[in-house]
């Protein structure tokens, strides 16, 4: 029993959450999830963690992180990580840098500490857009048409990175262009306008 200590799994799936503040002690497995720590007007830039460690978020690392699809809005602080499809708006610090691997993900490249990365895409050399970052309102953590084309079409699976990468959007725009081009009559172009 002495040598034997249980490491907790914390498992959030398809869900929206506020701020998580979780110590090293566990370790936080999210799938197709945002977790929103949108900051306050009276919030300094950089203090708001949307995953951090709970004894103290600005010097301690938070529990290791395994993801597929997520959207992150704010600064991550995390002991370890590996995972997909992920997209990160603010600066993501992992402590093991040398371990993990995380792939078809898109990051804020504001002093970003990561560990081996593949298929990943930084700003300003990636522009990261969203229908709306305001929680409840229509298109929330949705991907803009004016996002780059690599964020929206090239994580796993050959569609979109983020929470809703499970949807296949990217596949069924191209999908629906294909079947417009094949049936419309020769000289009509279709318009086609996506409602969120």
Known sequence: ELAFLPTPDIIVQRSITGSLAIDDRYRLDLSDSIIDASPRAEDAPGTVFAIAAATDPETAWGAPLAFDGLTCFGAVRVAAVGGLGGVFNRRCEVLDNQHGCIKWSAFAGDGDRLPPNHFCVHAPDARLAFTSERF???????????????????????????????????HKWINLQVRLREFMPVGVRPLVLPIT
Request: hydrophobic content about 35%; overall charge neutral.
């Open 136 to 170: 409840n309102a229509p298109g929330y953590a949705q991907l803009a048409r004016t996002a780059d084309r690599r964020i929206r079409r090239l994580g796993p699976d050959d569609d979109e990175m983020g929470a809703f990468g499970f949807q296949r959007e990217a």
